[in-house]
C-alpha cells in the first residue's frame, strides 16, 4: 500500500501509515483465512440411495406421503424409498454407516415401521452427534405415478420431522424414458444428499 504524502505529514508519518495498513490487512486476511478453515472443517456433506420393487396390492409411500397407485413399494418396514436414501444420506454425512446398520431388515422391531419413524430415528443419531442440517436435495426415478401434486407434501412432512423450513427440502423427480426396471413399472428409486454442520 503506497501512502500520499501531503503538505502536513512528514516521510515518518507517511511510513507509520503505511506500515498501520500493511498491519491491517495482515489481520483481515488472518482473520478470513482462520474463518473460512473454520467453517470447511464444520461442514459435512452425505450421499444417500435406495431402490424398491414396485408390487400391486400394497401401499405406495414416498417422502411420507401415501400416493393412491395400484402398486406400492415392497420392503421390510413401509419401503419409502425417498425417506430411506435421506437417512443414508445423513447417517453418511456424520459417517455413522448406514440405514441397515441402524435399522437392520432382519429385525422385527422394524417389520412394517412408518420410515418417518426412521427418519426421526436418523436425526437423533446426527443431532447426539452435535450435527445440524442444512439442507436437503433429493431426486426420485419413477415412471408412474406423478408425484408434482404431492411434492409440497412431501417437504412439509420431511421438514417437519428434520426442524427444517421447507425451502431447506429439495424434491425432484424424472423418469427413465421407459428405461430399465423403472421404466418398466418393476420398481423406483431415489437419490439424495445432505449438508450438515457440526455445532
Known sequence: MKC??????????CD???????????????????????????????LGVDFHQLQEGREL???GVKIPHYKGALGHSDADVLLHAICDALLGAACL????QHFPDTSEEYKNIDSK??????????????YSIINIDTVLCLQLPKIKPYISSM?????GILFL???DVSIKATTTERMGFVGKEEGLMAYATALLQKL
Open 4 to 13: 500520499l504524502l501531503s503538505k502536513e505529514q512528514s516521510v515518518e508519518e
Open 16 to 46: 507509520a501509515t503505511e506500515d498501520a495498513q500493511r498491519f491491517t490487512a495482515g489481520l483481515i486476511k488472518k482473520f478470513f483465512f482462520h474463518f473460512i478453515q473454520k467453517i470447511s472443517m464444520n461442514i459435512r456433506i452425505g
Open 61 to 63: 409411500w414416498i417422502g
Open 97 to 100: 454407516g448406514d440405514i441397515g
Open 117 to 130: 419413524i426412521l427418519l426421526k430415528k436418523t436425526y437423533e443419531l446426527i443431532k447426539a452427534e452435535d
Open 155 to 159: 417437504q412439509e412432512t420431511i421438514a
Open 165 to 167: 423450513q421447507s425451502k
